[in-house]
C-alpha cells in the first residue's frame, strides 16, 4: 500500500470513532431530557438526512477539490454541529449537522481509494478501510458508553479536567469528542494529493440534478452495478438501525444501561472487522456476487435475537452476525467502486451509493420511530428487520440469477474487465526477472 493510504485510515478511524460514540452520548442526552422514545430512534434518519438531500453535489464537490481538503471541511462541520448540542440546540437539529459533515466526508474518503490504488488492491484495501472503521465502531461505542458512565463524566467533569459550562455526563462525553474530530481534521491537512485531474462544479448547481439521476440510472442498468448497489444499499439500511435497536434491545431483554448496552453494539462490530479481513483475503473481485447467499443466513441470526434474553448466548450471536455482515458487505463494495469509477467516476459513484443507502436508512428509520411511537416493542422489531433482509437478499439472488440467465454475455464481460484489471495489477506489481549475466 503507498504512503499515504496509512494517512487516509488514520483520519477515517478518528473521525469514525468520534460519530459513533457521538451517538451513544446524543442517546444518553435525549434520555437525561426525558425525551420521548421516538426521538432516541429518529438519531439515525436525521443523520442520513443529508445523506439524501444532498446526494447530487456531494459527489462533484469531492471530485472537484483535493479530497483531502473535502474531509477537513467535513470534519470541521462535525466540530460545528458537537458545538451546536454543547449551546443547547436541539439534538436532533444538531445531530443532523454532523450528518451534513459525514455526507460530504464519504464521497471523498472513498473515492480517494480508487485514485489511489489500482482496482486488484480494490478489496484489500475496503477490507483494511472497513476493518479499521469497524474497530472505530467499537472503540467509538465503548468510550460513548464510558464517557456518558458517572466514572469517567464525574473525573472529566471535575477537577481534574475542567470543563467551563459543560456539567452533565452527555454534555461531558460530547466536549471530548469535539477535539477528536478536530484531531482528525488535523490528519486531513496531511493526505497527499494524487495528482488525479479535478473535474469543476458547474456555475449552476442544479445543473447537477441530471447528472446525478444519469449517474444513478447507469449504476442501476449496469448488470453488476445493479447487484452490487442493491446489496450494499440493504445491508447499510438494516445496519444503520441496527445500532439502536441494538441498544434498545439490551435494554428490554438483558435490562442494560447505555453504558453496558453500549459494549453488546461493540460485540457486533467485532464480529464484522472480523468478517471483513476474512473477505478481503480469500473473496477476489471478480468473486464478489458469491457471498450473497450468507445475507438471508445473516437476516435469520437477527430473528433468532428475539430468543435471546441471556448474554452468554447474545454475545457468539451478535459476533456470528457481524461476522456475515463483514464478509459480505467488503467485497460487494469493492465491486460497486469498481463498476462506478468505470461508469462515471468515484465521487460521483460513491455519492449515489450513499444516497441510495442512506435512503434506505431513512426510510428503515422513519418506519421504526413512527412504530415505537405507536408501541412496537424493540424485540419485535428485530423480527421485522430479520424478515426483510431475509426476504430482500432472496429476491436479489434472485435478480442476479436471472441476470446470468437472461443476459449472460454481457455479464461475463463485466466479470472478464475485472478479471482482466487485477490481472494487469497483480503482473505489474511483481518485480522483473533477474537478469543472469553470461560467464
Not at 24 to 43: C, D, F, K
Not at 167 to 189: D, G, M
Not at 236 to 261: D, K, P
Request: charged residues 10%.
Amino acid at each position: 500500500m503507498k504512503r499515504g493510504f496509512y494517512t487516509i485510515m488514520a483520519a477515517q478511524f478518528f473521525s469514525s470513532l468520534a460519530d459513533n460514540a457521538l451517538f451513544v452520548a446524543a442517546v444518553e442526552l435525549l434520555r437525561a431530557a426525558q425525551a420521548p422514545s421516538w426521538q432516541g430512534a429518529a438519531l439515525v434518519p436525521m443523520f442520513a438526512l443529508f445523506y439524501v438531500v444532498l446526494a447530487p453535489w456531494v459527489g462533484a464537490f469531492a471530485d472537484s477539490r483535493p479530497k483531502g481538503g473535502v474531509m477537513f471541511v467535513s470534519n470541521a462541520i462535525k466540530v460545528a454541529g458537537c458545538l451546536m448540542m454543547l449551546l443547547g440546540a436541539h439534538p436532533l437539529l444538531a445531530y443532523a449537522v454532523v450528518g451534513l459533515g459525514a455526507a460530504a466526508y464519504s464521497p471523498a474518503k472513498y473515492g480517494i481509494l480508487t485514485e489511489l490504488l489500482p482496482p486488484s488492491q480494490l478489496v484489500k484495501a475496503n477490507g483494511w478501510i472497513e476493518g479499521l472503521t469497524i474497530a472505530s465502531i467499537i472503540l467509538g461505542v465503548l468510550l460513548g458508553g464510558q464517557l456518558v458512565g458517572p466514572r469517567v463524566s464525574d473525573w472529566l467533569g471535575g477537577s481534574h479536567v475542567p470543563l467551563p459550562g459543560v456539567e452533565t455526563a452527555p454534555e461531558v462525553a460530547i466536549a471530548v469528542l469535539t477535539a477528536v474530530y478536530a484531531l482528525a481534521a488535523w490528519f486531513n491537512l496531511h493526505i497527499p494529493r494524487t495528482g488525479v485531474a479535478l473535474r469543476p462544479m458547474p456555475r449552476n448547481p442544479l445543473a447537477l440534478l441530471p447528472d446525478f439521476w444519469q449517474c444513478n440510472r447507469l449504476l442501476w442498468q449496469d448488470k453488476l452495478g445493479q447487484i452490487s448497489l442493491a446489496t450494499t444499499t440493504l445491508f447499510w439500511g438494516v445496519s444503520g438501525n441496527m445500532r439502536y435497536i441494538v441498544l434498545a434491545w439490551a435494554g428490554a431483554a438483558l435490562h442494560y444501561s447505555t453504558t453496558q448496552a453500549a459494549s453488546l453494539v461493540g460485540v457486533v462490530a467485532l464480529g464484522t472487522a472480523a468478517g471483513a479481513v476474512a473477505a478481503s483475503m480469500r473473496v477476489r473481485l471478480d468473486r464478489a456476487t458469491t457471498v450473497m447467499p450468507l445475507g438471508m443466513m445473516m437476516g435469520a441470526l437477527v430473528m433468532l435475537m428475539y430468543f435471546v434474553d441471556r448474554l452468554w448466548l447474545a454475545v457468539p450471536m451478535l459476533i456470528a452476525l457481524g461476522a456475515l455482515g463483514g464478509y459480505i458487505v467488503v467485497p460487494m463494495n469493492a465491486l460497486l467502486q469498481h463498476r462506478g469509477h468505470n461508469l462515471m467516476g468515484a465521487g460521483r459513484s460513491i455519492a449515489v451509493q450513499n444516497f441510495n443507502e442512506q435512503a434506505c436508512i431513512l426510510a428503515l428509520g422513519v418506519l421504526y420511530s413512527m412504530a415505537t411511537g405507536a408501541g412496537l416493542s424493540a424485540l419485535a422489531a428485530i423480527v421485522l428487520f430479520g424478515g426483510v433482509v431475509v426476504a430482500v437478499m432472496l429476491a436479489i439472488q434472485l435478480w442476479h440469477h436471472h441476470n446470468l440467465r437472461h443476459h449472460a454475455a454481457q455479464v461475463e464481460s463485466l466479470f472478464e474487465l475485472a478479471r482482466s484489471d487485477h490481472a494487469h495489477a497483480s503482473h505489474a506489481a511483481k518485480p522483473p526477472p533477474a537478469r543472469h549475466s553470461q560467464p
